[in-house]
T-cell receptor, first 114, second 114 residues
Framework: KNQVEQSPQSLIILEGKNCTLQ??????????LRWYKQDTGRGPVSLTI?????NTKSNGRYTATLDADTKQSSLHITASQLSDSASYIC?????????????FGDGTTLTVKP | DARVTQTPRHKVTEMGQEVTMRCQPI?????VFWYRQTMMQGLELLAY????????DSGMPKDRFSAEMPDATLATLKIQPSEPRDSAVYFC????????????FGSGTQLSVL
C-alpha cells in the first residue's frame, strides 16, 4: 500500500531559526514528490516539485531534498519568519497509474514564535 | 493573477438538505480535483476529472455525493442528503498535465452540517 509519513507531527521554533521537516514514502513506482504549504483557512500552495532525477530544489528560503534510493525527502526552512507558520504537506505521485491518486502525508504543523 | 475560485466559502446547513459547491478552475487547466479535509483524515481525494471526463471518483460516497463538470469553467460537487459526518473543508484544485502535476488549490468551502 502506498504511504507517505511525515515527521514531526508538529514543531515550534523561534523566529530566525532553521528547521527541517521529514517525509518518508513507500509509493512505487515513483513519479514525483511535491511539498505544499497550507496556511490556516487557505488551500495548499505548491512549494517544490521533484522528479526522480532531482535531489535538491529551492524556492527562496525553502529547500527540498530527495533521496529516491531511501525514499526520503526533507524540507529545510532557513531563517524562519512568523509567516512560515503553517502546515507543510508532502505529496507523492506514482508513475504509470491513475495519477489522480497521489498519496498525501498528514502534514507537519510548524509554529514560528517571535 | 490566475486562481481557482470556490463558492461558497462557508456553508451551514441542516441534516438532509442538499449542498452544492462550485469551483472555477484556472483557465486552460485540464485537470480538476475535489478533496475533503478533516482534522482526522487529512486531505482525501473525492473525484478527479481530466478534460472534463471523470477519471476517478472511488473516494466519493456514491449514494449521496456527485461531481460533474458541465463545462470547462465549472465543476460542481453535490451532497444529497447531507449528514453531520460530511462536515469538513472541501477543496477544489486544478492543474495542467496527467494528474501528478503541480496543483493550484482554491480557498475551500467550509461545510457544517447540523
Amino acid at each position: 500500500k502506498n504511504q507517505v509519513e511525515q515527521s514531526p507531527q508538529s514543531l515550534i521554533i523561534l523566529e530566525g531559526k532553521n528547521c527541517t521537516l521529514q517525509c518518508n514514502y513507500t509509493v512505487s513506482p515513483f513519479s514525483n514528490l511535491r511539498w505544499y504549504k497550507q496556511d490556516t483557512g487557505r488551500g495548499p500552495v505548491s512549494l517544490t516539485i521533484m522528479t526522480f532525477s532531482e535531489n535538491t530544489k529551492s524556492n527562496g528560503r525553502y529547500t527540498a531534498t530527495l533521496d529516491a534510493d531511501t525514499k526520503q525527502s526533507s524540507l529545510h526552512i532557513t531563517a524562519s519568519q512568523l509567516s512560515d507558520s503553517a502546515s507543510y504537506i508532502c505529496v507523492v505521485s506514482a508513475a504509470h497509474t491513475n495519477a489522480g491518486k497521489s498519496t498525501f502525508g498528514d502534514g507537519t504543523t510548524l509554529t514560528v514564535k517571535p | 493573477d490566475a486562481r481557482v475560485t470556490q463558492t461558497p466559502r462557508h456553508k451551514v446547513t441542516e441534516m438532509g438538505q442538499e449542498v452544492t459547491m462550485r469551483c472555477q478552475p484556472i483557465l486552460g487547466h485540464n485537470t480538476v480535483f475535489w478533496y475533503r479535509q478533516t482534522m482526522m483524515q487529512g486531505l482525501e481525494l473525492l473525484a478527479y476529472f481530466r478534460n472534463r471526463a471523470p477519471l476517478d471518483d472511488s473516494g466519493m460516497p456514491k449514494d449521496r455525493f456527485s461531481a460533474e463538470m458541465p463545462d470547462a469553467t465549472l465543476a460542481t460537487l453535490k451532497i444529497q442528503p447531507s449528514e453531520p459526518r460530511d462536515s469538513a473543508v472541501y477543496f477544489c484544485a486544478s492543474g495542467l498535465g496527467q494528474g501528478g502535476e503541480k496543483l493550484f488549490f482554491g480557498s475551500g468551502t467550509q461545510l457544517s452540517v447540523l
